[in-house]
């Protein structure tokens, strides 16, 4: 019992660290892309880039950080962690990334595989094992 409520705290702590990571960083691009527009065409003060700029640039580490945690813990396919490292790099896209994970239950330890599988064929019976097996029945 006690295992299994650490493991869905757990899991829930890494769903919510991706999720919310994911939405910061779709913010940070609001604000970086609005910062560049009051600097460049506005011929505004620079402070709002260095300002947003810092703050994305820790919002993408921690998105990244957050992706490579998750794919640990869920157990993505090869393709979903550079999918979502590539998806950080364009703007907005983070938000759909997370939406989609979510809705194909690539944040859930639900659709992972079983840590014990057996990978190899049992070991055949010995003459008097199957007749021992046989005649107890």
Known sequence: PYTTLFRSRNERFFRLAFRTTALIEGISWLGMLTALAIKYPLH????PVTI????AGIAWIAFVLACVAAAIRFRWTWWALPTGIIASMLPFLTVPFDLWMERTGRLSTA????????TTAPHPLTKEEASKDVSTK
Do not use: D, Y
């Not at 947003?52 to 703050?55: A, C």
């Not at 659709?111 to 057996?118: D, K, L, T, Y």
């Open 111 to 118: 659709n992972r595989p079983a840590n014990h599988v057996q």
């Open 52 to 55: 947003w700029g810092v703050g």
């Open 44 to 47: 505004g003060s620079p402070l």
